[in-house]
């Protein structure tokens, strides 16, 4: 059974640890420790003591931009990405909340699309420094009812 709580600047290094088993590129510690002394929350999902996934976005003026979000492997498909998602738009208060995601990730979109995330535009190539092919983002927008 897992547990949510905020993350704060004391969290990072574990951030940037599970960031790193869950991308393939490098997200510092510092950058979680600024981002969340000033414009940004996070919340995690633990496991015993271990953190095990967590949404980290930046709020400004009631709307919120997720800036990454990110679930271990082996956690996956167990519903925590849901819940953190969930928690997220219920606990900041938001009326709107933008992101993007790779056109080719199915299970993020999946997670987005059941929360009505809205499709509201197309970056053609915008991960293509990530890896040698193109690949789009997808803008999606969330609307608070
Ligand atoms: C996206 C991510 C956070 C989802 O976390 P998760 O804990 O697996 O999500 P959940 O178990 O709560 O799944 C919720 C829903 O998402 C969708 N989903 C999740 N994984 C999926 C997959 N592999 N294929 C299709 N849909 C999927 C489904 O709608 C699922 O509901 P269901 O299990 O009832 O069918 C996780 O897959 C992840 O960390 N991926 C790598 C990092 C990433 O791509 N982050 C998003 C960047 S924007």
Same mark, same amino acid.
């Given at each position: 059974m897992?547990k ?8 990072a290094?574990?951030m940037?640890?599970v960031?790193?088993l869950?991308?393939s590129?490098v997200w510092?510690?510092? %950058?979680? &420790?600024?981002?969340?002394?000033? !414009? *940004? ?7 015993e003591? $271990?953190?095990? @996934? ?5 709020l400004?003026?009631?709307?919120g ?6 679930v ?5 498909r167990?519903?925590?990405?849901a819940?953190?998602?969930?928690? %997220?738009? &219920?606990?900041?208060?938001?009326? !709107? *909340? ?5 056109s080719?990730?199915? $299970?993020?979109? @999946?997670?987005?699309e ?7 535009g197309?970056?053609a190539?915008?991960?293509a ?11 999606y927008?969330?609307?608070k009812?």
């Open positions: 897992f949510i709580r905020a993350l704060t600047p004391r969290d290094l574990k940037a640890e960031y790193g869950c991308f590129d510092e510690t510092s %950058f979680f &420790e600024k981002k969340l002394q000033t !414009t *940004c929350v996070a919340y995690g999902a633990f496991e003591n $271990s953190l095990v @996934g967590f949404i980290f976005a930046q400004i003026e009631g709307e931009e997720i800036l990454t979000f990110c271990l492997p082996s956690y996956c167990q519903g925590i990405g819940a953190l998602l969930e928690n %997220f738009l &219920e606990q900041s208060r938001i009326e !709107t *909340c933008f992101l993007e995601v790779n080719k990730n199915q $299970s993020a979109r @999946g997670l987005y059941r929360y009505e995330f809205e499709k509201k197309i970056r190539g915008y991960y420094h990530f890896d040698q092919k193109s690949q789009d983002a997808i803008i927008r969330y609307s009812k």
